[in-house]
C-alpha cells in the first residue's frame, strides 16, 4: 500500500525538543523531494521544510530557520524533522508529503504536495 | 513574500450547485498554482496543479483556471463527498498556502 506514516509527536515544554519521524512505503521514496507541512489547531496549512533527494538542498519558512532540521534515510524509506527551542505556536498536526514537480513552458517546475500522511500532533504547552 | 488570498473564507451550497472558489496572489505566479482539498480530520488531497491540471484520480467536476494573480477553483455539481475546505498553494517562490475556504451544507 502507497502511504506515509507520521510519528513522534506529543507534549512538549516550551524550549524543548522533539524528532518526528516519517516513514514511506509503497512509494521509491529516494526518487521524491520530501517536505513537512503543519496545521495549526483549527487554522490554515503551512509550509516547513523540505529535502532534495539526496539531502543536497533543504529549504525552510523564515520561521522556524535556525531551529528545525530536516534530514532523511533513503535506505530506511524515512524523513525526519528534529525541532527544537519550540514554542506555543509551533503546535501543531505536522504532515509529511512527497512532492511533485511538473515544468512550466521550460521554466522552472510547478511544485506541489502529491502523497500526505495522515499527521502527528505536536503540543507544545508547559 | 507572495501572500495568498482566498475568498469566501466559507460559503454554504447544495447538492447539485456549481461552487467556485477564487484565489488571489500578491504578485504574479504564472500558473504555479496548486489545489487541495481536506475534509474534516484528515490529510489535505491533491486536486488540481499548474493551475489547471486535474490530479490523476480527481472527478472531472473539479476544475481549475488562471494565471498571473487570478485562480478559480470550480466544482461542477457538488457532491455530498465535496463538503470540505480547499486551499490554494503557490510555488512561484517558497511555497504558501491560502487561508481555505470552506464548503459547507445549506
Known amino acids: 500500500e502507497v502511504q506515509l506514516v507520521e510519528s513522534g509527536g506529543g507534549l512538549v515544554q516550551p524550549g524543548g525538543s522533539l524528532r518526528l519521524s516519517c516513514a514511506g512505503s509503497g512509494i521509491t521514496f529516494s526518487s521524491y523531494w520530501m517536505g513537512w507541512v503543519r496545521q495549526a489547531p483549527g487554522k490554515g496549512l503551512e509550509w516547513v521544510a523540505t529535502?532534495?533527494?539526496?539531502?543536497?538542498?533543504?529549504h525552510y519558512v523564515d520561521s522556524v530557520k535556525g531551529r528545525v532540521t530536516i534530514s532523511r534515510d533513503n535506505a530506511n524509506n524515512s524523513l525526519f524533522l528534529q525541532m527544537s527551542s519550540l514554542r506555543a505556536e509551533d503546535t501543531a498536526v505536522y504532515y509529511c508529503?512527497?512532492?511533485?514537480?511538473?515544468?512550466?513552458?521550460?521554466?522552472?517546475?510547478?511544485?506541489?504536495?502529491?502523497?500526505w500522511g495522515r499527521g502527528t500532533l505536536v503540543t507544545v504547552s508547559s | 513574500d507572495i501572500q495568498m488570498t482566498q475568498s469566501p473564507s466559507s460559503l454554504s451550497a447544495s447538492v447539485g450547485d456549481r461552487v467556485t472558489i477564487t484565489c488571489r496572489a500578491s504578485q504574479s505566479i504564472s500558473r504555479y498554482l496548486n489545489w487541495y482539498q481536506q475534509r474534516p480530520g484528515k490529510a489535505p488531497d491533491l486536486l488540481i496543479y499548474?493551475?489547471?491540471r486535474l490530479q490523476s484520480g480527481v472527478p472531472s467536476r473539479f476544475s481549475g483556471s488562471g494565471s498571473g494573480t487570478d485562480f478559480t477553483l470550480t466544482i461542477f455539481s457538488l457532491q455530498p463527498e465535496d463538503f470540505a475546505t480547499y486551499y490554494c498553494q503557490q510555488s512561484f517562490s517558497t511555497l504558501t498556502f491560502g487561508g481555505g475556504t470552506k464548503v459547507e451544507i445549506k
Open positions: 499548474a493551475a489547471s
Open positions: 508529503a512527497t512532492l511533485g514537480d511538473f515544468e512550466l513552458h521550460g521554466g522552472n517546475p510547478v511544485w506541489y504536495f502529491a502523497l
Open positions: 529535502v532534495k533527494q539526496d539531502e543536497s538542498l533543504k
